[in-house]
């Protein structure tokens, strides 16, 4: 299928002589939900704001439903909505003033019901005569996102739409981008949160310092990924762990007074019942528990090593 975006050897060199983008290639499905995963640093917003023609490329070419961003500016623009990582809006606007705006901005007549539906949507219809500046942070984000539908763009791209918003505009935003989706918006989200990623994306990309290092489905992702460990902090150390317990994928930390298990959250089994089994028979006994997923940082950490 022809990508909706198509981002083909693009590079980006700051005016600092700092290299933000390397060899960049990626193609975005049309109607998918795409998310980008990266550490601090690593390049997302960059990548964004070129796409969005807002930072100039150094090299390359990006192709937005088959218009150059650069070329074809206008075109490219009005298929593309952004919800940027940064509050910027104009403070002393009123909501609806500043959401109907973004409308005119793209070229689009006025449209009243659909800026009303999409406030209501976002829980700011109460709001709408408030100016942005009496708003707290996450209205202000929840304002940033009804600017971004208020053109009812095609494809949709959200920088970190919920870092530190709450878990009810978290729960909103993946209902809104799901309805969105469903109305065949492509969308492209970037996150530090892993479970967002797991929760939202059809695909996912991961880049570290400037390179795409990794783009897979999701299902296959989280498969790779989905590696869990079980911490039993033991009434007594152990010197090593007994020949009994051979069988099951065991270390000990702590000097000896951790038992870890890893096990694959995406198998059919987790073996967990047997291991505890098997301790109980060993003799081997536990004052507590817990279980622990690999942090975004160490997944990038070992897909990097992988790659290097
Ligand atoms: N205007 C600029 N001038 C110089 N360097 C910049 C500029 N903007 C960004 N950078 C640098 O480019 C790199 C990538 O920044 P970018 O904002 O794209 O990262 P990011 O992946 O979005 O990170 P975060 O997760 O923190 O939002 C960083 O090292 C940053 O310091
Ligand atoms: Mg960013």
Not at 17 to 45: C, H, M, S, W, Y
Not at 105 to 111: A, D, I, R, T, V
Not at 199 to 218: Q, T, W, Y
Request: proline share 4%; with cysteine; net charge negative.
């Amino acid at each position: 299928m022809h990508p909706i975006i198509s981002v083909s050897n693009l590079s980006k060199t700051y005016a600092s002589g700092f290299q933000a983008l390397k060899n960049v290639d990626l193609e975005i499905r049309a109607g998918e939900i795409f998310a980008l995963l990266g550490p601090n640093g690593a390049g997302k917003t960059t990548l964004i704001s070129i796409i969005c023609g807002i930072v100039r490329a150094s090299e390359g070419r990006v192709l937005a439903d088959g218009y150059d961003i650069v070329k074809d500016y206008r075109a490219a623009r009005s298929k593309i909505g952004l919800v940027p990582q940064e509050l910027t809006t104009d403070a002393f606007e009123t909501v609806w003033a500043t959401v109907s705006f973004s409308r005119g901005l793209f070229g689009k007549p006025p449209n009243p019901p659909l800026v009303e539906r999409v406030l209501k949507d976002l829980s700011l219809w109460e709001k709408k005569d408030n100016k942005i500046i009496t708003l707290s942070g996450g209205m202000k984000r929840r304002v940033l996102i009804a600017k971004a539908l208020a053109h009812e763009p095609q494809i949709l791209f959200l920088d970190e739409p919920t870092a530190g918003v709450d878990v009810e505009l978290r729960q909103d935003m993946w209902r809104l981008v799901r309805e969105l989706r469903d109305t065949g918006v492509t969308i492209i989200l970037t996150t530090h949160y892993i479970e967002e990623a797991e929760e939202m994306a059809d695909r996912i990309g991961v880049i570290n310092k400037g390179e795409i290092v990794l783009v897979e489905e999701k299902a296959e992702l989280m498969r790779k990924l989905g590696r869990k460990r079980l911490i039993l902090h033991l009434q007594n150390p152990l010197a090593s762990v007994p020949q009994s317990l051979a069988d099951h994928r065991l270390e000990l930390s702590a000097h000896g007074s951790e038992l870890i298990y890893t096990y694959d959250t995406q198998g059919e089994r987790t073996g967990i019942t047997a291991l505890l089994a098997d301790l109980d028979r060993a003799g081997i006994r536990f004052k507590d528990l817990e279980t622990e997923q690999s942090s975004l940082e160490e997944i990038f950490v070992s897909l990097v090593r992988e790659r290097s």
